[in-house]
């Protein structure tokens, strides 16, 4: 019991790191999809793809008919994708970090079934599917 009176300040210092770690797994970021579910969704038509990576990411490669809207312009520009809203959507990024942020933004904003990548643009170039340029 001395110990812990003594290094108390020690004690909640690691308590506290500890939890900054695990905040972020704990916090819902939207639903993810593989990329054989994306396919799947993508095949069965209707499906907008958002792929939320800046210019020079897009251009230079992006998954077949992605519609392209930059993460800080989205909610500026979400009357653009409005009609999609009751469709299935997919966000993409690189690496899935910054498209789970565009589902999140998309579903407050009343989209029904939105989804992220998991891996994002990457992990979709590794499993050999179409890229666009």
Same mark, same amino acid.
């Given at each position: 019991?001395?110990?812990?009176?003594? *290094?108390?300040?020690?004690?909640?210092?690691? &308590?506290?790191?500890?939890?900054?770690?695990?905040?972020?797994?704990?916090?819902?970021?939207?639903?993810? %999809?593989? #990329? &054989? #579910?994306?396919?799947?969704?993508? *095949?069965?038509?209707?499906?907008?793809?958002?792929? %939320?990576?800046?210019?020079? @990411?897009?251009?230079?490669?992006?998954?077949? *008919?992605?519609?392209?809207?930059?993460?800080? @312009?989205?909610?500026?520009?979400?009357?653009?994708?409005?009609?999609?809203?009751?469709? %299935? %959507?997919?966000?993409?990024?690189?690496?899935?970090?910054?498209?789970?942020?565009?589902?999140?933004?998309?579903?407050?904003?009343?989209?029904?079934?939105?989804?992220?990548?998991?891996?994002?643009?990457?992990?979709?170039? @590794?499993?050999?599917?179409?890229?666009?340029?």
């Amino acid at each position: 019991m001395k110990f812990i009176i003594d *290094n108390i300040f020690l004690i909640g210092i690691a &308590l506290i790191s500890g939890g900054a770690l695990f905040f972020p797994m704990l916090q819902r970021r939207g639903a993810k %999809v593989t #990329q &054989l #579910q994306a396919t799947q969704y993508i *095949n069965q038509g209707k499906t907008l793809i958002l792929d %939320v990576r800046n210019a020079e @990411e897009f251009t230079a490669g992006h998954l077949p *008919n992605a519609k392209h809207i930059p993460l800080p @312009e989205l909610n500026n520009r979400l009357k653009e994708i409005e009609k999609s809203k009751n469709q %299935v %959507v997919i966000t993409v990024c690189a690496s899935g970090v910054r498209s789970s942020s565009a589902a999140s933004i998309l579903a407050k904003a009343g989209f029904t079934q939105v989804f992220s990548l998991e891996g994002g643009t990457n992990a979709w170039r @590794e499993q050999g599917l179409p890229i666009t340029k």
